[in-house]
């Protein structure tokens, strides 16, 4: 187990910086059993940083990250699957503004 949460604290290392700044803010001011709309707050900020800085974290190294921080495994499931299509939806936007930008 030890060398587990070992690679959990290399995975959060490897952050850029300012993504691993809002992951910080997040996992130290939510409720962890139940979010609050705050913690939804931060958790979208820590998304949409992770997205602008091109940050490289895979759903299931996420989940790992969640857990270490003490997030039930469901919860830390659940935030990493809602992670991934926030990720996506953030993409997919990039594309119709660059689709929608070079018809005009």
Do not use: C
Not at 65 to 84: M, R, T, V
Not at 93 to 104: P, T, V
């Amino acid at each position: 187990m030890a060398k587990e949460n070992h690679a959990y604290l290399r995975r959060e290392k490897e952050l850029p910086e300012r993504t691993k700044y809002f992951f910080g803010q997040f996992v130290h001011g939510a409720n962890k059993q139940i979010l609050h709309p705050s913690d939804w707050k931060s958790f979208y900020v820590f998304i949409q940083a992770a997205h602008e800085g091109g940050t490289k974290l895979l759903q299931g190294e996420l989940i790992s990250l969640l857990i270490d921080n003490g997030f039930p495994e469901g919860n830390a499931e659940s935030l990493s699957n809602i992670y991934y299509h926030g990720r996506k939806l953030l993409q997919s936007k990039m594309r119709l503004n660059y689709i929608y930008n070079r018809k005009s």
